[in-house]
């Protein structure tokens, strides 16, 4: 991996399942899953959690929303295909959102308990 990944960091990875496919923001949330939330410019998908531009500017380009429908797993070869370049690694979500996100996740019932409290946990080591 040409940039190495953290909990909580904003990558750019390219995303099969949009209409168009494209490469969209992702926070990573357990590094050795590969697991990610993706991030969305518009409260698309419900339950969302928004995430302000403000304090975050070094990665995300306006205020967006987390997508909480469910985790979503990229393999190693994806993630490295993204981190080969260096621009797609856009930094850490402020450690102000990462702790509301931790307070907000408990209550969100898409993503299965085990998931919520490895999700929690891993964030939380950031806080």
């Known amino acids: 991996m040409s940039v190495p990944l953290n909990v909580g960091d904003v990558i750019r990875i390219y995303d099969g399942t949009t209409d168009p496919h494209k490469m969209k923001r992702f926070l990573c949330v357990l590094v050795a899953e590969g697991w990610f939330l993706r991030i969305n410019t518009n409260a698309f998908w419900k339950p969302h959690f928004p995430l302000p531009h403000t304090g975050n500017e070094h ?27 260096p621009g797609n690694h856009l930094g850490q979500l402020s450690r102000d959102v990462i702790a509301q996100l931790v307070e907000h996740l408990p209550n969100v019932r898409t993503i299965a308990k085990v998931e919520r409290d490895r999700i929690i946990e891993s964030l939380s080591a950031l806080l």
């Open 59 to 85: 990665c995300l380009d306006h205020d967006s929303f987390l997508e909480l429908r469910g985790v979503i797993e990229y393999d190693d070869y994806s993630i490295e295909s993204a981190l080969d370049d």
